[in-house]
């Protein structure tokens, strides 16, 4: 079992991490590696875009207000390179901004607030299960995009 009293993930993932304050950022780390995952943490879009160029993960988990590079706009950026890796946004500003998975491209938006964390867990290990039921080459990356663009 978790932290949160959530069963583990099925299998140890490779996320990266991307949150400019830094304490939020070594809280999620923690967090994330408790449960079993290997985390490469990035402090904005630019360092995230860097480490998605020299390293696979299987999973994003992005704040949406950073410095020169939004998490949308990483994301955007993130889908046209590999647009199969989940991503989770993370923000306190979802309910003001009205950001949802449609308007940011993020498989799934979560407020920040004290209840983040089962949530986060939660959403890490239901997006990583999807994942692992999708059977490989199911959904070429052309296909993946041109589905995307017509939604």
């Not at 706009?73 to 390179?81: A, D, F, Y």
């Not at 979560?110 to 964390?117: C, F, P, R």
Request: aromatic content about 2%.
């Amino acid at each position: 079992m978790s932290i949160s009293g959530t069963p583990e993930s099925t299998s140890s993932a490779h996320i990266l991490l991307v949150n400019s304050n830094k304490s939020g950022l070594a809280a999620r780390k923690a967090i994330l590696e408790e449960v079993g995952h290997r985390v490469t943490a990035a402090t904005n879009g630019e360092d995230a875009w860097e480490q998605l160029s020299k390293a696979k993960f299987d999973l994003i988990v992005t704040e949406f207000k950073m410095g020169k590079m939004s998490g949308v706009e990483l994301i955007r950026k993130m889908r046209g390179m590999e647009p199969a890796i989940p991503v989770i946004m993370l923000s306190g500003y979802v309910e003001a901004l009205g950001l949802t998975e449609s308007t940011t491209g993020a498989d799934v938006v979560l407020a920040k607030s004290a209840n983040e964390v089962p949530h986060l867990i939660r959403a890490v290990s239901r997006l990583l299960r999807q994942r692992m039921k999708k059977p490989v080459g199911s959904q070429p990356r052309a296909a993946s995009r041109a589905k995307r663009r017509s939604s």
